[in-house]
């Protein structure tokens, strides 16, 4: 249980830090800064993120999936078979 509520602090200082710099650096210049993440980068790197690590995945079943059933348990398994 200690180890969640040391997460739970690193979230809240990592939300604190952000959000007190934008306010003082908003009281210094007397600009309102506003922090936008636009909905088409996120999709993509959504998009992006999903797509490799579906290509990470599917990647080493390559070889594998070339022989025949029993070579490749063999090849998995180690000596199991003998």
């Known amino acids: 249980m200690e ?6 602090d690193l979230i809240r200082i990592t939300k604190l830090v952000p959000d007190r710099l934008i306010t003082e650096m908003t009281s210094m210049s007397g600009y ?23 290509l990470a995945a599917f990647l080493p079943t390559l070889r594998p999936s070339r022989r025949r059933i029993l070579e490749a348990i063999q090849y998995e398994g180690g000596n199991a078979l003998r």
Not at 3 to 8: G, P, R, V, Y
């Open 32 to 54: 309102r800064l506003i922090f936008v993440l636009p909905l088409e980068n996120f999709l993509a790197a959504l998009l992006i993120a999903f797509l490799t690590s579906q």
């Open 3 to 8: 180890f969640f509520a040391i997460e739970n």
